[in-house]
């Protein structure tokens, strides 16, 4: 709620944020970014979500209404409090060196709070420039503005956070064309830092897979060049963005690397998933997404098209988080890894891509109780017990549910056209794997090569 509080005060609105303590850093920064850095903010010492009725009001009574009332009656500077965990979340520690040993640059550069936490390739100006050679756009051209720190991405910084994470060179055209897909609306990059953990992840299609050897089969996002683009990504993310752990960055259980996957093109019996969206297949994408989880992938067995669907079904309703649906509408995806060899029996059975996907749409259901059930005992806000109740304070829950019966069945995603398969990973293995998030959509953007693309390539090639 900074965000509305500062647009109050501009109107002349006194307002005060009430925060939880692991919020307070996030507060006092985002209002700096903002342009008021005397926002003012009172603490509430708990979680409000879980603490009994009891509890919250002696924390209120204790703590947060006297700092409400100091706040919009006394006429003190406002600013961040001096606690331990705030200062120690600042990671400004000193000047960053640019010169001097491998040990003491990275350890200034993590000191500084410019790393993952892992050792880092320094970001010499030779590397840069090498890296610039595969890009046509001049080194300090503006890409993009990346919210919340609202800070540009170039060439020359996206190459810096490249060569810290181990990329090679010709990997820059992926990362500038990552940059702005993250920057577009559709990705909506300012509310990833929501608790729930969304973690970025990269899509890449066209010419450019094979060109660079980005993986798309088995272990793909393990191999290759892949760990090494996503973990720029998430440096990008961190040090042009301005997403730090525990400051803007809030995922209750933090965050695993961002990651990258590719398409099997040649392996899938559908068209490409940059050709459905209107890209020619000869042009080379990237779209930026984002998922709260990974891990467990089910595994489809049988031939028979129908029942292989209806298996990945169950996965999808097992990461929908019905809260979400219920609170963001369409402002959530669901990207469905399917591996070619499951692919290509349930195209067996007349599944376009797109008929497979309004299958999964469709058929991936859940009982209204079930939805009433986690919007009562899973929802921040707490207490909505009816469908009605979730409508009628203003979320985004569909309408018609609010006529429908306990034991009637609707949508898991709410919505249409939310699940978006790519077909990947280990042709010789049966296996679905769903990655749902929310705040965001698939944003897709073209690779825009160098014109001597092909010639860097043949160097390469030969060094």
């Not at 996957?261 to 984002?290: M, N, Q």
Request: proline share 8%; aromatic share 8%; charged share 20%.
């Amino acid at each position: 709620m900074v965000r509305p509080a500062i647009v109050a005060e501009k109107m002349g609105i006194p307002s005060v944020v009430v925060a939880a303590t692991s919020f307070l850093p996030l507060c006092y920064k985002l209002s700096k970014i903002e342009g008021f850095p005397d926002l003012r903010v009172a603490e509430y010492p708990g979680t409000i979500s879980v603490d009994p009725e009891s509890v919250i009001r002696e924390n209120l009574e204790k703590m947060t209404i006297g700092q409400i009332i100091d706040a919009l009656t006394k006429d003190a500077k406002r600013g961040p409090a001096p606690t331990s965990q705030r200062d120690e979340a600042a990671g400004a520690n000193g000047a960053l060196l640019l010169t001097g040993s491998y040990g003491e640059i990275t350890a200034s550069f993590q000191a500084n709070g410019l790393t993952d936490g892992l050792a880092i390739a320094p970001p010499t100006l030779e590397r840069i420039e090498e890296f610039l050679r595969y890009t046509d756009r001049a080194p300090r051209d503006e890409i993009a503005v990346l919210p919340p720190a609202n800070l540009r991405a170039t060439p020359h910084n996206i190459a810096a956070n490249a060569i810290m994470a181990g990329c090679r060179p010709e990997h820059m055209p992926i990362l500038i064309a990552a940059v702005e897909a993250i920057a577009d609306p559709l990705f909506d990059l300012e509310q990833i830092g929501t608790t729930g953990g969304l973690n970025p992840f990269l899509l890449v299609n066209g010419p450019i897979v094979k060109q660079l050897g980005i993986e798309y089969g088995v272990s793909l996002v393990s191999r290759g060049p892949n760990p090494a683009i996503g973990r720029a990504l998430g440096l990008i993310v961190r040090n042009i963005a301005g997403y730090r752990p525990a400051e803007q960055y809030m995922g209750t259980f933090g965050y695993i690397l961002p990651f990258v996957l590719a398409e099997d093109e040649d392996g899938s019996p559908w068209e490409p998933f940059h050709v459905a969206r209107g890209f020619d297949r000869g042009k080379s994408t990237v779209t930026a997404g984002a998922t709260w989880n990974w891990g467990f992938q089910a595994f489809p067995s049988g031939d028979d098209p129908k029942g292989l669907l209806d298996i990945i079904c169950r996965e999808v309703v097992k990461h929908v988080n019905l809260n979400i649906v219920c609170l963001q509408g369409h402002l959530q995806m669901m990207t469905v890894l399917i591996n070619p060899s499951v692919a290509q029996r349930i195209a067996s059975g007349g599944y376009s891509k797109q008929a497979a996907e309004k299958y999964l749409d469709e058929n991936s259901r859940v009982k209204i109780e079930d939805v009433s059930f986690e919007t009562r005992y899973g929802n921040a806000d707490g207490g909505f017990q009816t469908i009605r109740g979730l409508i009628d304070v203003g979320w985004n829950t569909p309408r018609q549910w609010a006529e429908l019966s306990p034991s009637d069945s609707v949508p898991a995603l709410g919505y249409p056209n939310m699940v978006h398969i790519v077909v990947c990973g280990d042709p010789t293995r049966n296996k679905a794997m769903t990655l749902s998030g929310a705040y965001t959509r698939p944003a897709i953007k073209e690779i825009g090569l160098p014109k001597n693309w092909d010639q860097l390539i043949a160097q390469r090639g030969r060094s």
